[in-house]
Nanobody, 123 residues
Framework: QVQLVESGGGLVQAGGSLRLSCAASGRTFSAYAMGWFRQAPGKERAFVATISRDGGYTYYVNSVRGRFTVSRDNAKNTVYLQMNNLKPEDTAVYYC????????????????WGQGTQVTVSS
């Protein structure tokens, strides 16, 4: 089992940047592919980005590709989401998730979830 704690959310103006972190504890972090998801008010949780266990493969939803970068540091048991050129439509609670298999975009395939961190982008 793995425990996940997100941090780094906040309020930022459109065009600004934030870096989210997700710290993992418990079992070997490098055994897990990691995903970032977000949920805006009144909407379902949606895929943002995923990264493979060794960090060699990443995949993004079209709306963030070129603006967001997912990375991981297995020595620090942490996955990151660097968000640049933020837009008001990026406003949501952001969650990290882990699965003990390959990177996927489907939230139903993830076994462990953090509590979320709020990102608010003002226009």
């Amino acid at each position: 089992q793995v425990q996940l704690v997100e941090s780094g959310g906040g309020l930022v103006q459109a065009g600004g940047s934030l870096r989210l972190s997700c710290a993992a504890s418990g079992r070997t972090f490098s055994a897990y592919a990691m995903g970032w998801f977000r949920q805006a008010p009144g909407k379902e949780r949606a895929f943002v980005a995923t990264i493979s266990r060794d960090g060699g493969y990443t995949y993004y939803v079209n709306s963030v590709r070129g603006r967001f970068t997912v990375s991981r540091d297995n020595a620090k048991n942490t996955v990151y989401l660097q968000m640049n050129n933020l837009k008001p439509e990026d406003t949501a609670v952001y969650y990290c998730a882990a699965r003990e298999a390959g990177a996927r975009a489907d939230a139903k395939l993830y076994d462990y979830w953090g509590q979320g961190t709020q990102v608010t982008v003002s226009s």
